[in-house]
């Protein structure tokens, strides 16, 4: 099945540091592309997977469940963990409940964790009926572009397929009960008006970790897919921050820096 222009996963080897980026519910690594881009230019390690089901048409999804979506980042974790000394774990939405759970079953393989409007629960009224709605009604309308600034648009698909949604509804209630097993560093970057995940569930998440180096943003120019929107470069600059200030060898002075000291020595 061809893929929806701009979903494409992205890979590009760099340095030492690798940074895994996972994209959200029913969208694509377009939605994370320019993030992955960022930390990629500056020497980084970048994978932003496609995840099953996604990318193309939303009948495929609906073959999917969680325990796919996982596995595929899983895999991309394992393969960055081979050839980096350090790697970070990055998410959208969903890919934020995904970091999260990579984090709580890899512990000190994974060094930090930053996420952006991550993913807690199925808000709907109709959640609970998703069990037996799921076989009557086959789909919803889309979440897909919650994005305040003109223009930009978000590869994902127009309706929601409910098995694929009564699966994260399942995946959601399963991070949020591994939460106390994260404690990584942890950067946590939440729109303050989201209309797909409301602002409680980063609240939740931060109550729920054992990390003790975290930090909280609040986005007051963006909506869901922030990494499309306004305050995106403020995300890159953070998340880049972040990463250095935990990995200074990351940063692209530090190679000269330990030349210039091995050379005076």
Partial sequence: MPLLPGAEPFRRDGGEVGVLVCHGFTGSPQSIRPWAEYLADRGLSVSAPLLPGH???????????WQDWYAEVDRELRALTERCTKVFVCGL????ALALRLAARHGDA???VAVVNPGNKVHDAAAPLLPVLRHVVRTTKGIASDIAKPGAVEVGYDRVPLHAAHSLRRFFALVDSEL???TQPLLVLTSRQDHVVPPV????????VSSDDVRHEVLERSYHVATLDHDAERIFRDTYSFITRLAPEARPDAVQEGTAASGGA
């Fill in 55 to 65: 990318g193309t048409r939303w009948e495929d999804m609906q073959l999917t469940t």
């Fill in 93 to 96: 939405s969903m890919g934020g």
């Fill in 110 to 112: 994974i060094r930090g």
């Fill in 180 to 182: 106390p097993r994260v």
């Fill in 201 to 208: 569930d980063s609240e939740r998440i931060l109550s729920r």
